[in-house]
């Protein structure tokens, strides 16, 4: 009899236990705080868009005019440069080739030219002007035309070479900061960079070899939805607050409006955002100061509107 109910027993008083560790060593977990709330918008009555923090200057993506080896890179990400200053340089031995070449040629018709000067005058000081025909006199005339065309030619090959050398050193076209830095010693520039598909608020893909701008000040390129464009107004009040600390914010001045609505390019990723919206873009300039913000950083935007007013019936 008791062997029949000893094995149940156990397995109860092993339910009992069981459930008794479980509710002893369960524990009330508090709910965490919120360290920064979402930002709200200061302004009784707002539009809400968000903006992309870039150079004043427009994000400027640094090309190569040639197909050609780099062989030095003189700045890194973080550089200052000024406007004229060296970025890279590309593998010119070829160019300095062409440029011995065509200053072989130069040389040669150069000397040509002289040879036909010299026929031309000997032409020229006969005492009797009958001693040679006309023809000849003209044809030699028109032999030295064609030397000094030649010369200037030649010329300017080698002048056209000496610029392509020039253009081999790839110089800042403003001044400001580098941004981002795509190409290294040993690598090839290519003419064209940009094989992924550019957005037409510029934020230019990781194809640029170097991408700078000016950074005093920077700027944030708003995206305004297209419900809500006909709500703006030419320079409203605007706030910038920095996504994941709401308690970071500061006022923006107005800079300028591209009055062409373009299509959406910047997603957050929100089950209700549609692909086929399309964005008035208005752009903003700040002083970065201390702000630990960078370029290319994703800002919260409140704009002063004025209020909803629906229509009436007549």
């Known amino acids: ?8 027993f156990l397995a109860f008083l092993g339910a009992l236990f069981g459930l008794f560790i479980v509710f002893w060593t369960q524990k009330n977990v508090p709910t965490p705080s919120i360290a920064f709330p979402p930002a709200v918008s200061p302004y009784t009555y707002s539009i809400a868009g968000s903006g992309i923090i870039e150079a004043s200057s427009d994000n400027i993506a640094i090309g190569s005019p040639f197909d050609q080896l780099v062989t030095k890179v003189y700045v890194v990400e973080g550089d200052y440069v000024k406007v004229g200053d060296p970025l890279f340089e590309l593998d010119i031995r070829d160019f300095i080739a062409q440029a011995e070449s065509a200053e072989a040629t130069l040389k040669s018709q150069v000397v040509s030219l002289e040879d036909k000067k010299k026929q031309y005058s000997f032409y020229q000081r006969l005492s009797d002007s009958k001693a040679v025909s006309e023809q000849i006199r003209e044809q030699a005339h028109y032999a030295v035309l064609e030397a000094e065309e030649a010369v200037k030619v030649a010329q300017a090959n080698l002048d056209a070479i000496k610029v392509n050398i020039e253009r081999s050193i790839i110089r ?6 580098i941004l981002q830095m795509n190409i290294h010693a040993g690598e090839t520039a290519p003419i064209n960079p940009f094989f992924a598909s550019q957005s037409p608020a510029r934020t230019i893909s990781q194809g640029c070899l170097i991408l700078m701008g000016a950074v005093d000040p920077l700027q944030v390129r708003i995206d305004i939805d297209e419900d809500d ?8 009040r ?3 607050f920095v996504r994941g600390n709401s308690l970071i914010n ?3 001045e107005f800079s300028r409006l591209e009055p062409y609505v373009i299509p959406k390019s910047s997603f957050t990723g929100e089950t209700t955002e549609r692909v086929d ?3 008035l873009q208005v752009l903003y ?3 970065r100061g201390d702000l630990p913000i960078y370029a290319g950083q994703v800002l919260d935007i409140f704009i002063e509107a004025e209020p909803i007013r629906p229509l009436t019936a007549q």
């Open 277 to 279: 919206t399309r964005v």
């Open 250 to 252: 500061f006022p923006l």
């Open 285 to 287: 300039r700040f002083e």
């Open 229 to 236: 464009a006909w709500r703006y107004r030419k320079g409203s």
């Open 1 to 8: 009899m008791l062997r029949k109910y000893f094995l149940p």
């Open 172 to 177: 800042a076209p403003v001044a400001g900061e």
């Open 238 to 240: 605007a706030t910038a």
